[in-house]
């Protein structure tokens, strides 16, 4: 049985799930409240940070132009150009047991491509969620509906992975910023 989350909450992956190892992070959304003339484009992507919240090596940064991380550990299916149709519109797969020791934390982010030059922001997304399921079983675990509360930022950490204790838990962030992609980048520490 799935269990839904609120921004803030975290939950315990693998204690609670024994010999969960492989999980799909699903992201879905909706733009139906806009009429600008010009798509969206939403885009996945996942920073793979230290214990200080960091990005060690340009590699750990996994979105549309890298899409799997060099251990195999973490995987971003593919690029939705149109977030079109139910379900999850980009999916970001981890393998907790080849995700390097380093690694202390996946933050999962969603940012809106070209958003200044378009006009838009999150404040015209709609129906947001983040869900993350069993890959063996098909199970969804949890969902976290990240709910309306944004204006003007155009880049979201949906979520974290995060490892405590030997275990893997997750935490449902919905933290907003302005600035896009380059700004999520600053603030994992990689430069752009």
């Known amino acids: 049985m799935s269990i839904n989350l609120s921004k803030g909450q975290r939950i315990d992956l ?3 799930n024994p010999g969960l190892t492989k999980v799909i992070v699903g992201l879905g959304w909706d733009t139906n409240r806009y009429d600008g003339g010009k ?3 939403l885009d996945a992507s996942a920073f793979l940070t230290d214990a200080n919240g960091k990005v060690v090596e340009d ?3 996994i979105f ?3 899409l799997v991380h060099s251990s195999g550990g973490v995987e971003h299916t593919g690029d939705n150009r149109t977030g079109e149709g139910d379900g999850d519109d980009e999916q970001i797969k981890v393998d907790f047991s ?3 020791s380093r690694v202390h934390r996946i933050a999962i982010t969603v940012t809106i491509h070209d ?3 378009r006009n838009q922001n999150f404040g015209q997304v709609a129906n947001a969620f983040a869900r993350v399921v069993n890959e063996e079983t098909g199970q969804e675990i949890l969902k976290f509906d990240l709910g309306e509360d944004f204006s003007v930022e155009t880049a979201v950490v949906i979520c ?3 490892r405590h204790n030997g275990e893997w838990k997750f935490n449902a962030v919905g933290s907003g910023f302005s600035g896009g992609l380059a700004a999520l980048c600053r603030n994992f520490g990689l430069q752009v």
């Open 14 to 16: 693998t204690k609670t």
């Open 39 to 41: 798509d969206f484009d």
């Open 59 to 61: 590699s750990d940064f």
């Open 64 to 66: 549309y132009n890298n």
């Open 98 to 100: 080849k995700v390097p």
């Open 115 to 117: 958003a200044e030059l």
């Open 160 to 162: 974290e992975l995060y």
